[in-house]
């Protein structure tokens, strides 16, 4: 009996490694037609990039710098390893075990094993490898480290280039302290060092899709309690149906989809005509991506709109 378990875990594992290695391939759209290609990769890398696509298009809103009018978008994630650290140290490890193991709760047991935050990781890096098949892409991926954090960029450079050029004023002096302009931006490693070397809390904001008022009012009350009462979340009824929502879904077995796309996140002054313009403009957006995403393959979705071209007119979006 011993034996024919044996055999038999050894054949799942083979099935298993056979599985993830198999060769799938994704189909990539062009500009044109005749810039149409394909992409062959290992199953494991196309479920990596399935969950990775989903998560940052829709949950962490990136869809709306890749179709939308926003210029760049972020997505956090803490070290695995210092993930499991905090996990250890955690008055609560004993409880959680408990609850997981008896009686089995396989949701549990599955966050436990593999947590979001690895899958994030994987997705990314696994994102990374396929890069290369974009070298004149007009969107620039970075990785900025903050302790045990990583936070990943996204960044449209046409429109992240005419955002700064619209607010010239505003970035005259950052651009000044570095040596460069607008246009050089262009450049992926001039990009890194700008945003890297960008400390303002409202420029950020403005480079986020948040509005100028709304990044500045916020850099300029942050912290200070009763002036910061002035500033409100942007979507105070729709937040609370969303969440619950959410709160409602199994996360660790249900992959992310179309209904789970909300709107860019900010505080705001919710009286100004800028943010009235940027609600209108963001729920229109949101019905643009759902029409592009939906019936889609994400996977294959998402790198056709990487495949878009580095154009050099930025007056042309």
Not at 169 to 191: C, H
Not at 284 to 296: A, H, L, N, P, V
Request: hydrophobic share 35%.
């Amino acid at each position: 009996m011993k034996k024919i378990t044996l055999w038999a875990m050894g054949l799942l594992l083979v099935v298993y490694c056979v599985v993830q290695n198999w060769t799938v391939i994704v189909h990539v759209k062009g500009p044109t037609s005749e810039q149409d290609f394909s992409i062959r990769m290992p199953y494991k890398d196309k479920k990596r990039l399935e969950f990775f696509c989903r998560w940052t298009s829709f949950v962490s809103v990136w869809a709306y710098t890749t179709i939308g009018s926003k210029p760049s978008s972020v997505e956090h994630y803490t070290k695995p390893l210092a993930q499991i650290w905090n996990a250890i140290r955690s008055p609560r490890l004993r409880i959680y075990f408990f609850d997981a193991f008896w009686p089995p709760n396989f949701r549990e047991i599955y966050c436990l094993f593999y947590p979001e935050q690895l899958r994030i990781k994987l997705g990314w890096e696994t994102l990374n490898k396929y890069m290369k098949y974009f070298p004149d892409s007009r969107f620039a991926l970075h990785t900025f480290y903050y302790g045990n954090n990583v936070c990943i960029s996204m960044v449209d450079k046409v429109k992240l280039i005419n955002t700064i050029r619209s607010n010239f004023d505003d970035f005259q002096a950052v651009l000044k302290d570095q040596g460069i302009t607008p246009g050089d931006l262009a450049d992926n490693e001039k990009l890194y060092s700008f945003l890297k070397n960008l400390k303002s809390v409202g420029l950020n904001g403005i480079l986020l899709g948040y509005g100028r008022n709304n990044g500045l009012f916020f850099e300029k009350y942050k912290g200070r309690g009763e002036d910061e009462s002035s500033m409100a979340s942007m979507w105070p009824d729709e937040d609370d149906a969303w969440l619950e929502r959410i709160n409602e879904k199994d996360r660790s077995f249900q992959s992310w989809d179309l209904s789970d796309l909300f709107y860019p996140r900010f505080s705001c002054d919710p009286d100004s005509e800028e943010t009235k313009q940027l609600k209108q403009t963001y729920r229109q957006e949101r019905e643009e991506i759902i029409k592009y995403y939906e019936g889609k393959d994400v996977v294959e979705a998402t790198f056709s709109l990487l495949n878009r071209k580095y154009i050099g007119s930025f007056d042309a979006l």
